[in-house]
């Protein structure tokens, strides 16, 4: 049993003991709330027919098929998506919520590499990815692909991490993520290296600029960008033309 006085750390700061996991649950909850709005941008964008004209949206890294379910729900009844992911197990989950919410005549599952898509070319109108190419080892492949399975007129959407350039807020982003993320992995998962890795791979991952380059270098025309968050996100826009 914890004593009344008994006190953690939580970030920089102490706070009753007792209290520690609510902080961290809030901290997590707020995160997935910026997720969904960030999300609900890039289906916006995206922005699928509400009308009975197909619509086939390639998903890449979509793991439990969030965004596409985000997507159909937005759409028209011609609207089909397709969820890729080297994850077999994220996939699973995936088809079972399909059925759960009668997506499972809408949206399907496929496990696949985004650096050598078993798809055909031209076969897809719209291409997502949402907080997934950073990790791709090869993104420069992963970028011609997407552009090989969209058909003209073909839309690219990626939704990133990106450089935070605001004044100020830099330096104390750059506090959180190096210190507290990787605590509240330890704390609430036991797992601080992943989240290190996911703070990591973020500062590596190219300025929204550079990235904008090698967008436009895969073959994608009228390529630009929107920073959400401050510039913790962006939003990447190209079309096959």
């Known amino acids: 049993m914890n004593r009344p006085d ?11 003991l007792d209290e520690k996991q609510t902080l961290v649950n809030d901290v997590f909850h707020s995160v997935a ?24 949206l390639l998903d890449v890294a ?13 759409s028209g009844p011609g609207f089909r998506a397709t ?7 994220m996939l699973a989950v995936g088809r079972d919520r399909a059925a759960k919410r009668h997506f499972d005549d809408r949206v399907s599952f496929v496990e696949g590499n985004a650096e050598a898509l078993a798809f055909p070319d031209h ?31 073909g839309r690219f959407l990626c939704l990133e991490f990106s450089s935070v350039e605001v004044p100020g807020l830099d330096k104390l982003y750059d506090l959180f993520s190096f210190r507290v993320i990787p605590e509240l992995g330890r ?6 290296e992943s989240y290190r890795y996911l703070v990591e791979s973020i500062r590596k991952f190219p300025k929204p600029a550079v990235f904008a380059d090698e967008i436009r270098a895969a073959g994608f025309s009228r390529v630009n960008w929107q920073t959400l968050s401050g510039g913790i996100v962006a939003l990447h826009s190209g079309w096959r033309l």
């Open 62 to 74: 979509g793991g439990t098929g969030d965004i596409a379910f985000r997507a159909a729900r937005a």
């Open 6 to 16: 008994e006190t953690t750390h939580f970030g920089f700061r102490d706070v009753p």
């Open 83 to 89: 969820v890729c992911d080297i994850n077999g197990d």
């Open 187 to 192: 704390i609430v998962t036991g797992d601080a």
């Open 123 to 153: 076969g897809f109108d719209g291409y997502t990815i949402a907080f997934g190419i950073r990790n791709v080892p090869r993104i420069d492949l992963a970028l011609h692909e997407a552009y090989r399975v969209l058909k003209l007129g």
């Open 33 to 56: 709330s910026r997720y969904d709005l960030m999300k609900d941008i890039m289906v916006n964008t995206l922005n699928p027919p509400k009308n009975d004209r197909p619509f086939a």
